[in-house]
């Protein structure tokens, strides 16, 4: 178990690099170059054949989704008869009949979305980060204690919480309220997020918070000024990931919303598929390639946190 | 490194650890507890309180609106007799004991492939990565049941070459078959973590096999696997608690409902039926404790059987 933190990238070394992508792909790089020197017919019928099993895989596994995109431009009865991706003509009436079927707009979901994403962020990042500070750099009575408690409530399934949980927030009047899909946050319970940040602040010089010491600062100060800047990256991590995870959520949202009015994108989504009964597909993909857009959005331009995030910690 | 090793690693440390915090004790008491105030809230509003208030709710009778009637075991004793709860256990067993060793082993084979230092393995990368992002979206669990709808993407695609295909959604015997094959689809996180523990087996090793005139099927067999194990280990447990409580696509694709005949009626899927369709909170907290403690005997069955085939590199 032990050895697993050697066999590894040791996580100072990786979290801290993942504003550099390059730098673990340098074992890769190696091999490359022992390639070079016996490059051959052989190797390169190898390298050939590789590019092929992986351009098939690769082209299976996004065909449905560029499909999708395709047939939400197509008209209604074609997403029956079409499994090309090749269009004759564009059909946006999907797009605007998509948008205004429901009771809301649209975009009335994703604004929804859009504020318990933000306050998730904002509590996530804020509790996970004062409780990683103190896991990561202070001595208390019952820390490995609590560490270990941690680490368990990571792989606890939200099952056994779930209904106390609902009828304590039923009881304060929080349901179709925004506040059980943000308070949970503000309180640290992603725990996973907590453990990725102490291994993160693991991997910070103690000297800069001894030299912040001498100088007379107290725990808030160098946690504000010396670990919380030098963390930007799990912060990063962690931002990216809490959004896509909280933009998907589907569960906490079943539960707690069932006024239209405060619907988030995918319980908008299920109610769509409830209410068109197969007769608006074009439209129903319209709006299910809308609220793809954000995810893919930040997947586009936080992939490289995306990636370091879970090769250090391990997680979807 | 992992949640998972951080785990052991706590209890291996014990013995000189305990002597150097009773030395530093006292020193940042007030500090830590002001930091992790918003943790331990949590830990007991959010996550403890409510596991033993389950824990309870489990021996009663409730349904929110008259307060809970104790009932000692009936809960218990009713899930035992309870036909479409054992047919939900059967479900959900069959989605993770096919569709986590299928996930596992394409995203192995789809890291082997790309570790040797391919060209363009950023763009692979992310075409594999990008569905594990989506999986667990509700549109992509709509489009999937499209694609596998009687007139969906599947059989359009089959009927070119003249095979008329089934209703694989509303078809009872390969509607859960569609749902693994969704979760296949989201291989692309656990390979990112393959091919990061590729990256540490040392090149040396291949090289020594190599001049030893191992073939690459004996270097993987034997340097490869064996190195990778704690890595596959380490999926393995996450895959197998995360598929336990899988949810949404279960709920879109069946249409809420489980359905055809319960073949979809994953094990949440019920509980949420009990719990939030007809009130039954007490049986819902007994169905979701006896959830926990098949997790959690399946978590220990993997750690036990890991002395056995995950090997460490001492």
């Known amino acids: 178990m032990t050895t697993k933190l050697e066999t590894l990238p040791a996580p100072d070394k990786n979290t801290a690099g993942a504003g550099k992508p390059t730098n673990h792909r340098k074992p890769a790089k190696r091999r490359e ?28 596994m996004i065909y449905p989704l560029l499909w999708m995109v395709v047939s939400s ?90 209904v106390p949980q609902y009828i304590l927030f039923s ?34 010089p103690k000297d800069l918070d001894e030299a912040a010491r001498i100088d007379g600062a107290g725990h808030p100060r160098i946690f504000l000024r010396v670990i919380l800047p030098l963390m930007v990256p799990a912060l990063a991590t962690t931002t990216i990931f809490t959004f896509i995870w909280t933009w998907n959520d589907f569960f906490g949202a079943l539960i707690y919303l069932t006024d239209p009015d405060m619907f988030t994108v995918p319980v908008a989504l299920r109610a769509f598929v409830d209410s068109q009964s197969a007769t608006s597909w074009g439209s129903l993909f319209a709006m299910s390639i809308v609220s793809l857009l954000p995810v893919f959005l930040v997947f586009l331009f936080g992939q490289r946190f995306l990636i370091k995030g879970i090769a250090t910690t391990g997680i979807k | 490194m992992s949640a998972i090793s951080e785990l052991s690693t706590l209890k291996r440390r014990k013995g000189p650890m305990t002597a150097a915090e009773k030395k530093a004790n006292g020193r940042d008491n007030k500090a830590a507890y002001i930091f992790l105030l918003p943790w331990l809230v949590g830990l007991v509003a959010i996550t403890v309180g409510p596991m033993l208030m389950s824990l309870y709710l489990s021996f009663t009778d409730y349904n929110l609106l008259q307060p809970p009637e104790w009932v000692g075991l009936d809960n218990f004793i009713r899930m035992f007799a309870d036909a479409r709860l054992h047919n939900s256990l059967g479900v959900t067993f069959t989605y993770v004991f096919v569709g986590v060793p299928l996930q596992l082993g394409v995203a192995l084979l789809i890291a082997l492939v790309l570790d040797k230092g391919l060209r363009g393995l950023p763009f692979y990368r992310s075409v594999f990565y990008l569905p594990s992002l989506l999986g667990g979206s509700v549109a992509v669990a709509i489009l999937w049941k ?16 003249g095979i008329q295909g089934p209703g694989w959604i509303s078809d009872p015997s390969t509607a859960l078959g569609s749902i693994v094959l969704l979760h296949v689809w989201t ?33 993987f067999w034997r340097i490869t696997l064996p190195m990778l194990s704690p890595i596959i280990f380490f999926n393995l447990v996450l895959q197998i608690i995360g598929s336990f409580q899988s949810f949404t696509q279960a709920f879109i694709v069946s249409g809420g409902n489980g359905g055809p005949s319960d073949s979809t009626m994953f094990f949440t899927l019920y509980l949420y039926q009990k719990g939030f369709g007809q009130f039954d909170m007490g049986y819902a907290s007994a169905m979701a404790w006896f959830l926990l403690v098949i997790i959690g005997v399946f978590t220990a069955i993997n750690f036990i059987a890991a002395k056995y085939w995950v090997f460490y590199d001492d």
């Open chain 1, 73 to 162: 431009l197509r008209a209604n009865e074609l997403i029956f008869r079409e499994p090309g991706l090749w269009l004759n003509s564009l059909e946006m009436s999907n797009y605007t009949d998509g948008w205004s079927a429901l009771t809301h707009p649209f975009g009335h979901y994703m604004l929804n979305s859009a504020i318990v994403v933000i306050g998730s962020i904002l509590g996530n990042l804020i509790s996970c980060s004062m409780a990683a500070y103190a896991f990561a750099r202070l001595q208390f009575t019952g820390k490995k204690l609590f560490f270990g408690i941690m680490l368990l409530t990571i792989m606890l399934p939200f099952h056994v919480v779930i």
């Open chain 1, 171 to 204: 009881q304060i009047g929080w349901v179709n309220t925004f506040w059980p899909l943000i308070v949970p946050k503000l309180l640290a319970t992603d725990a996973f997020f907590v453990f990725l940040m102490v291994q993160f602040i693991r991997g910070i």
């Open chain 1, 33 to 60: 170059s022992r390639g070079t020197l016996a490059f051959s017919r052989a190797a390169r019928t190898r390298a050939l054949i590789k590019h092929g099993i992986l351009i098939l895989a690769g082209g299976l």
């Open chain 2, 187 to 219: 291989f692309g996180a656990p390979m990112i973590i393959f091919l990061a523990g590729l990256r540490q087996i040392p090149v040396m090793y291949y090289e020594a096999a190599k001049v030893d005139g191992a073939s690459t099927l004996q270097q």
């Open chain 2, 146 to 161: 499209q694609i596998f709808g009687t007139t969906g993407l599947v059989n359009q695609a089959l009927a070119m070459f």
